[in-house]
């Protein structure tokens, strides 16, 4: 009992010290929540272990986050960059899978598949510290922050689909069937949601009507949130950040939405949003790395971090986006978190991976969680 409870006491007041500390030197507030995690943590001082428990309560805090993001959403400007969101996200899933098998067949030999697999993790995108940066610039809202999270969400579905199909060529377990099974439940998820939404819709619409700005308005749509995201993993094997992102799509527009948003926010900003932040820096450990897997994780990480950038931003422009606003694109995808964790276990578990690579894949969620909020601000600052 006394352990979690001081595990939360290191964690939330070391969050905030260096949440404060980057905002000083000019950085997000969640870059130095990040480095907070990996000081305290088994990599440096090791104050805080991970646990399942803390595990959990960051989980929660991700889907807060995503939740909040829904709520925040222009439907206008979700229309809008819907179509140009799909193909930026399909771009962002074939050049880093491209980069990622050739980066493994130079450095380990010929076997395509485990080559498909390692750019399978580069190829995904966790947009949770991005939405967390743009919210804190008050950039999450235009045509370019709803780009971003679209694009994200829809990578996300992508990812699931090569990721099912990396494992039946390898025989782990899957086939021609089992891709047809994923598809139809990637469809069916959105089928339901969306129809199901209609009716959410209306019975929130009318409670929040009768009940306008008090608690129970924000308490019953945080429980929505949290039965989409559990329907969404459980029965069609969506990545609950997903079904938290359409629940707060569906509920947007409610008169109320903003008082939602800041209801949730308070919760998550004080506790569950600083423990998902830490727990990256928590899970980084740099023991057992040789020279050869330590300058391929080297490469890993620039790889997986350039073919965002040039997959995404570079389609982006193709599409007519300025410039910078490609470039602010590109930067915004190349975050990777917990999607990254879930297929490398995958992979592991299928016998595409070793554990060694395991340091290459957690190096790649915590740089690109540090640089990605940075570029973004001195990208917006210019």
């Not at 352990?3 to 404060?20: E, H, P, Q, R």
């Not at 995690?37 to 595990?55: C, E, M, Y």
């Not at 990256?280 to 023991?287: A, C, Q, V, W, Y």
């Not at 020279?291 to 391929?296: E, M, N, Q, V, Y």
Request: hydrophobic share 55%.
């Amino acid at each position: 009992m006394e352990t979690y409870l001081l595990d939360l006491a290191i964690l939330l007041l070391s969050a905030k010290v260096f949440g404060i500390l980057a905002r000083k030197i000019g950085a997000p507030e969640v870059v130095g929540e990040i480095v907070a995690g990996l000081l305290v943590g088994p990599a440096v001082l090791g104050f805080v272990k991970g646990s399942d428990f803390l595990t959990m309560m960051a989980e929660i805090g991700v889907i807060m986050l995503m939740f909040e993001a829904g709520l925040g959403t222009n439907l206008k400007e979700l229309r809008k960059t819907g179509p140009k969101a799909t193909v930026i996200a399909c771009a962002g899933v074939a050049v880093p899978l491209v980069l990622g098998m050739l980066l493994y067949m130079v450095f380990f030999g010929g076997d395509v598949t485990r080559g498909l697999f390692v750019g399978t993790i580069m190829s995904a995108t966790s947009v949770s510290i991005t939405v967390a940066a743009l919210k804190e610039l008050g950039k999450l809202n235009d045509t370019v922050g709803t780009t971003i999270t679209s694009a994200a969400i829809i990578d996300d579905v992508i990812g699931i689909v090569v990721l099912t199909v990396v494992i039946g060529m390898a025989g782990g377990g899957g086939n021609s069937d089992n891709i047809g099974m994923v598809l139809l439940k990637v469809i069916l998820f959105f089928a339901i949601a969306i129809a199901s939404g209609f009716l959410v819709y209306r019975g929130m619409a009318w409670l929040d009507r009768r009940f306008t700005h008090t608690r129970r308005i924000p308490i019953v749509s945080l429980c929505y949130c949290f039965a989409l995201a559990y329907v969404a993993e459980k029965y069609f094997g969506i990545a609950d950040i997903t079904g938290a992102y359409v629940a707060g799509v569906i509920l947007c527009n409610l008169s109320d939405a903003e008082y939602i948003e800041r209801r949730v926010d308070i919760s998550s900003y004080m506790i569950f949003a600083p423990l998902f932040f830490t727990g990256i820096g928590l899970k980084t450990t740099f023991s057992g790395m040789g020279p050869k897997l330590f300058i391929f994780s080297i490469l890993f990480v620039l790889v997986a971090l350039a073919g965002k950038v040039f997959g995404c931003g570079g389609c982006a422009r193709l599409l007519g986006f300025k410039k910078r606003d490609s470039l602010i694109i590109g930067t915004g995808m190349m975050t990777r978190g917990e999607v990254a964790l879930i297929t490398a276990q995958k992979g592991l578990t299928a016998g595409l991976l070793t554990a060694d690579f395991f340091t290459a894949v957690i190096l790649l969620i915590l740089v690109s969680s540090i640089v990605t909020p940075i570029l973004l601000k001195k990208e917006y600052g210019k």
